[in-house]
T-cell receptor
Framework: GAGVSQSPSNKVTEKGKDVELRCDPI?????LYWYRQSLGQGLEFLIY????????KSGLPSDRFSAERTGGSVSTLTIQRTQQEDSAVYLC???????????????FGQGTRLTVV | AQSVTQPDIHITVSEGASLELRCNYS??????LFWYVQSPGQGLQLLLK??????LVQGIKGFEAEFKRSQSSFNLRKPSVHWSDAAEYFC???????????FGQGTELSVKP
């Protein structure tokens, strides 16, 4: 597609339920990132995929959070047993860059707004 | 530890007035610095970036930023603000550990007619 696509755009879920957030990166982009944007907290790095390399999971806040990237393209972020503090906007980004590259711009999707009630 | 501080949570300027958004960073070496803009309900768009060389960087939409090593700052400026500039602005430093950026908390810009 023309840009990074995320679905759903909004998700309301009950505390304790599992949710899956989807990201379709720009075709041909090998790098994919997930960030979390909480109110007043800025953007928090969650996880990074680059090609077939093992993902950098250093930002995942707990073992309830996981992500996978199938076929080097679409990525799914899964949050198990959701808590109210998981409420945030989850942003996905992709870029052409190889690991550590700064010379390629990261393009962001519009995000998924997750509300845990 | 690496960090980015945007001291102003919210700024209001009149349309046509000049703008400066502040960004201070903490990093042990020369950083790569970025400014992103986020309009309501939208993702982030890159305004400009600094890697090396000329410390005054020009970006899109008439924005510029100046890297000042002595002050650990990378302030964003625009000489004349338009109503469409109302948005949230994020300063970021990176990449670390393979590509991640560290973002400031953002500055929300409101523009008065």
């Amino acid at each position: 597609g023309a840009g990074v696509s995320q679905s759903p755009s909004n998700k309301v879920t009950e505390k304790g339920k599992d949710v899956e957030l989807r990201c379709d990166p720009i075709s041909g982009h090998t790098a994919l990132y997930w960030y979390r944007q909480s109110l007043g907290q800025g953007l928090e790095f969650l996880i990074y995929f680059q090609g077939n390399s093992a993902p950098d999971k250093s930002g995942l806040p707990s073992d309830r959070f996981s992500a996978e990237r199938t076929g080097g393209s679409v990525s799914t972020l899964t949050i198990q047993r959701t808590q109210q503090e998981d409420s945030a906007v989850y942003l996905c980004a992709s870029s052409l860059g190889s690991r550590g590259s700064v010379n390629t711009e990261a393009f962001f999707g519009q995000g998924t707004r997750l509300t845990v009630v | 530890a690496q960090s980015v501080t945007q001291p102003d949570i919210h700024i209001t300027v009149s349309e046509g007035a000049s703008l400066e958004l502040r960004c201070n960073y903490s990093y042990g070496a020369t950083p790569y610095l970025f400014w992103y803009v986020q309009s309501p309900g939208q993702g982030l768009q890159l305004l400009l970036k600094y890697f090396s060389g000329d410390t005054l960087v020009q970006g899109i939409k008439g924005f510029e930023a100046e890297f000042k090593r002595s002050q650990s700052s990378f302030n964003l400026r625009k000489p004349s603000v338009h109503w469409s500039d109302a948005a949230e602005y994020f300063c970021a430093v990176g990449p670390f550990q393979g590509g991640k950026l560290i973002f400031g908390q953002g500055t929300e810009l409101s523009v008065k007619p």
